[in-house]
C-alpha cells in the first residue's frame, strides 16, 4: 500500500482538476469518487443546473475514462441502451451492434421519464457487469459504473423508480445549489469562458490498484457489527418505517465507508466513517410509511432517529 500521504495527495490532485470544470459541489464528487473506487454505482437527485454532466464528465477526464451519455425520454427503447442484433443483407446474417452502455462512465440522465422496461434494462448490466443480446453475453469494460440523475420537482411525465432497481444503486447524492460566492464564481467563468484542460492523474490500472488499496483497509470487528446492527435496526417496528434496508445495504455501507477512510487519507475505518456513509447508503433503501409521507417527514430526518438509537462502538 502507498503511503498515506501518497494517497491523499493523488485524491487532491484528481479534485483540483475536477475543479477546474465544477466549482464546489464537494459531496457528489465525494460520491462518484467512492462510487468508482467502491464498483457501486450512484443515483444523484437535484434540479437542473447543478452540473451533474459536467461533474461525471470531468471526472473522467481526470481518471482517463470513457463516458458517454443517454438522455431518458419516454419513448426509450431497451435497445436503444444496450444494443441490438442488427440483419446484414450483404452477408444474410445477423450482426451484434453494441449500445452506448458499453463504456466505463455511463450517465443516464433523467432516468426516471423512461418507464420501467427501460430502467430493467440496466439491471444485468449493473448486477452482473454484463449485457445480454440476442443469444450472447457479453462482459462490459473495466471500471464500469452507472451514475443515474432524477429531477425531484417534476410530477407529471415521470415513472418512479421500483425497489428491485433503486437497491442497485450502492448511494443516492442530495444535490443543494452552490453557495453565492460558487454562483458567482460559475458566473464569472462562463462569462469570460475561462475553462481550463483536464489533466489525466491516473488510469484504469492505477485505480484498480486503489480498489485494492481500499480492500486493505483495517475495520475493526466491532465496527463491522455496527454496520449490521444499523442495517437490522432500519428493519425494526417503527411508525415511520414501511419497510427496512435489504442485506445488499450491509454489503455497500462496508464497503462506501471503506473507500470514505480511504479518500480522508486513513489506513482504518471508524464508526464515523459509517455513520457519515450511512445517509446516502440507506436513504433510497427505507420506504416510509404513509402517515410519514402524509406529514411531510424526511427520509433522513428518520435515518437520524435510527443511527442514533444504535449504540456507537
Same mark, same amino acid.
Given at each position: 500500500?502507498?503511503?498515506?500521504?501518497?494517497?491523499?495527495n493523488k485524491?487532491?490532485s484528481?479534485?483540483?482538476?475536477?475543479a477546474?470544470?465544477v466549482?464546489?459541489?464537494?459531496?457528489?464528487v465525494n460520491?462518484?469518487?467512492?462510487?468508482?473506487? !467502491?464498483e457501486?454505482h450512484i443515483?444523484?437527485? &437535484?434540479?437542473p443546473g447543478l452540473?451533474k454532466t459536467?461533474t461525471v464528465?470531468?471526472?473522467?477526464?481526470?481518471?482517463?475514462l470513457e463516458?458517454k451519455?443517454?438522455?431518458?425520454?419516454?419513448?426509450l427503447?431497451?435497445?436503444d441502451?444496450?444494443?441490438?442484433e442488427?440483419y446484414d443483407?450483404?452477408?444474410?446474417?445477423f450482426k451484434?451492434?453494441?449500445?452506448p452502455?458499453?463504456t466505463?462512465l455511463?450517465?443516464?440522465d433523467?432516468?426516471?421519464r423512461s418507464?420501467?422496461?427501460?430502467?430493467?434494462?440496466l439491471l444485468?448490466?449493473?448486477?452482473e457487469?454484463q449485457?445480454t443480446?440476442?443469444a450472447?453475453s457479453f462482459?462490459l469494460?473495466?471500471?464500469?459504473?452507472?451514475m443515474?440523475?432524477?429531477?425531484?420537482?417534476?410530477q407529471?411525465g415521470?415513472? @418512479?423508480?421500483?425497489?428491485?432497481?433503486?437497491d @442497485?444503486?450502492?448511494?443516492?447524492?442530495?444535490?443543494?445549489h452552490?453557495?453565492?460566492e460558487?454562483e458567482?464564481?460559475?458566473?464569472? @467563468?462562463i462569462a469570460n469562458? =475561462? =475553462?481550463?484542460?483536464?489533466a489525466?492523474?491516473?488510469d484504469?490500472k492505477e485505480l484498480?490498484t486503489? !480498489?485494492?488499496e481500499?480492500?486493505s483497509l483495517?475495520i475493526?470487528?466491532?465496527?463491522?457489527?455496527?454496520?449490521?446492527?444499523?442495517?437490522?435496526a432500519t428493519?425494526?417496528?417503527n411508525q415511520n418505517?414501511?419497510?427496512g434496508? !435489504?442485506?445488499?445495504a450491509?454489503i455497500?455501507?462496508?464497503?462506501a !465507508?471503506?473507500?470514505h477512510?480511504?479518500l480522508l487519507?486513513k489506513d482504518?475505518v471508524?464508526p464515523v466513517?459509517v455513520v457519515?456513509m450511512?445517509?446516502?447508503v440507506l436513504r433510497?433503501?427505507? &420506504?416510509l410509511?404513509?402517515?410519514?409521507?402524509?406529514k411531510g417527514?424526511?427520509v433522513?430526518?428518520v435515518?437520524?432517529?435510527?443511527?442514533s438509537?444504535v449504540?456507537?462502538?
Open positions: 500500500m502507498v503511503g498515506k500521504r501518497d494517497m491523499k485524491i487532491e484528481i479534485k483540483k482538476e475536477i477546474k470544470a466549482v464546489g459541489q464537494e459531496e457528489m460520491g462518484l469518487l467512492i462510487g468508482l473506487f !467502491s457501486g443515483l444523484v437527485e &437535484g434540479v452540473a459536467t464528465k470531468a471526472l473522467s477526464l481526470a481518471l482517463d463516458f451519455r443517454v438522455q431518458f425520454t419516454p419513448d427503447l431497451p435497445s441502451i444496450i444494443g441490438a442488427i443483407p450483404k452477408s444474410s446474417s451484434i451492434k453494441k449500445g452502455i458499453f466505463q455511463l450517465l443516464a433523467e432516468i426516471n418507464p420501467s422496461k427501460v430502467q430493467s434494462a444485468e448490466a449493473m448486477q457487469r449485457v443480446i440476442g450472447e462482459a469494460p473495466k471500471p464500469f459504473m452507472v443515474a440523475t432524477q429531477n425531484p420537482l417534476e407529471e415521470v415513472y @418512479r423508480l421500483p425497489e428491485a432497481q433503486l @442497485r444503486f450502492m448511494m443516492k447524492l442530495l444535490i443543494e452552490n453557495s453565492e460558487e458567482l464564481e460559475i458566473m464569472r @467563468r469562458k =475561462s =475553462s481550463q484542460a483536464i489525466s492523474i491516473v484504469a484498480e486503489i !480498489s485494492q481500499i480492500n483495517h475493526d470487528a466491532e465496527v463491522e457489527r455496527f454496520i449490521v446492527a444499523l442495517i437490522r428493519r425494526a417496528t418505517i414501511r419497510y434496508a !435489504s442485506p445488499r450491509s455497500d455501507l462496508y464497503k !465507508s471503506k473507500s477512510a480511504y487519507g482504518f471508524s466513517d457519515k450511512a445517509y446516502p433510497h433503501r427505507v &420506504g410509511s404513509y402517515e410519514a409521507r402524509a417527514v424526511r433522513d430526518e435515518l437520524k432517529e435510527v443511527i438509537g449504540e456507537i462502538p
